[in-house]
Nanobody
Framework: QVQLVESGGGLVQAGGSLRLSCAAS????????MGWYRQAPGRQRELVAR???????DYADSVKGRFTISRDNAKNTVYLQMNSLKPEDTAVYYC?????????WGQGTQVTVSS
């Protein structure tokens, strides 16, 4: 079982930056594929960025060049650095991983970008 706890959301003006963190419990973090998703009101949850345990990161087209996913395996933590934020980035952001066929989600952290 994996527990995920996000932090770092908040209110920021357009053009600003935020860094989200997701701390994971468990012993196998370095092997896990980690992802950040977001869900805006009235919209489906969508993948923002994903970083496999090994290999290249993957980004939604809407955030490429602005967001960067990274991880610190010693701290069991994955980050999402968000730069040049836009009002359309406003959403609840969730951390995700899958282990033994089970999807795990954090509680979410609200990001609000004002114009």
């Amino acid at each position: 079982q994996v527990q995920l706890v996000e932090s770092g959301g908040g209110l920021v003006q357009a053009g600003g930056s935020l860094r989200l963190s997701c701390a994971a419990s468990g012993s196998f973090f370095s092997f896990l594929d980690m992802g950040w998703y977001r869900q805006a009101p009235g919209r489906q949850r969508e993948l923002v960025a994903r970083q496999p345990g090994a290999g290249r990161s993957d980004y939604a087209d809407s955030v490429k060049g602005r967001f960067t996913i990274s991880r610190d395996n010693a701290k069991n933590t994955v980050y999402l650095q968000m730069n040049s934020l836009k009002p359309e980035d406003t959403a609840v952001y969730y951390c995700n991983t899958k282990m033994a066929g089970v999807n795990y989600w954090g509680q979410g952290t609200q990001v609000t970008v004002s114009s």
